[in-house]
């Protein structure tokens, strides 16, 4: 099936700072990638759809401004979490349709379990 | 966004067992995925439904979209050590023309050798 990478797997940063996360589709090109927050023992929660050449839309109640999200090309987007804080302590996941309409199934990246202290 | 009703949340079994979960919605999906999460990791798409009624198999497992196209079931046959995991059920293109994906609250199934 279709291989999405996401890096970095861990990252753990300091209360205030900025962090990217990036997540690639490594043999196929995707217009879209959707970006999700998973907290413990919890179901996946969709924060933002990213589309490449325009601006992510960010379902109700997911701050724009904190979590900012580029879609550089179509094999390439990133969620900078900026000025964080203990409470965005989470597992990001990122994924992408198999194809460029959308309409198949969607490939998970690794995950990136992010820590701010 | 869109929750599924994904039963039973969590399943102890013995090895050898056969595992049953379902996964209920009251909207319409014209595609069904299942898929399973091991800690510390995104999660892997084992099968994938497209159609009402069909009934699609990889390995041990086995899983049907309802014909009502608002459920759908996993079978997890012979079960061994290494099924352990969260298996989430997600519904995609619902009846709203929506293409992102409604999971279901996951179902964590542990395998007692």
């Known amino acids: 099936g279709a291989v999405v990478s996401q890096h970095p797997s861990r990252v753990i940063c300091k209360s205030g700072t900025s962090v990217k996360i990036e997540c690639r589709s490594l043999d196929f090109q995707a217009t879209t990638m959707f970006w999700y927050r998973q907290f413990p023992k919890q179901s996946l929660m969709l924060m933002a759809t990213?589309?490449?050449?325009?601006?992510?839309?960010?379902e109700q109640g997911v701050e724009k401004d904190k979590f900012l999200i580029n879609h550089a090309s179509l094999t390439l987007s990133t969620l900078t979490v900026t000025s964080a804080h203990p409470e965005d302590s989470s597992f990001y996941i990122c994924s992408a349709p198999g194809t460029e309409q959308g309409t198949s199934e969607a490939f998970f990246g690794q995950g990136t379990r992010l820590t701010v202290v | 966004g869109q929750q599924l009703n994904q039963s039973p949340q969590s399943m102890f079994i013995q090895e050898g067992e056969d595992v049953s979960m379902n996964c209920t919605s009251s909207?319409?999906?014209?595609?069904w995925l299942w898929y399973k999460q091991e800690p510390g990791e995104g999660p892997v798409l084992l099968i994938a439904l497209y159609k009402a009624g069909e009934l699609t198999s990889n390995g041990r497992l086995t899983a049907q979209f309802g014909i009502t196209r608002k459920d759908s079931f996993l079978n997890i046959s012979a079960s061994i050590p290494s099924d352990v995991g969260i298996y989430f059920c997600?519904?995609?293109?619902?009846?709203?023309?929506?293409?992102?994906?409604?999971f279901g609250k996951g179902n964590q199934v542990v395998v007692i050798p």
């Open positions: 990213s589309n490449e050449g325009s601006k992510a839309t960010y």
């Open positions: 909207s319409i999906f014209n595609t």
């Open positions: 997600a519904g995609q293109r619902d009846e709203y023309g929506n293409n992102r994906l409604a």
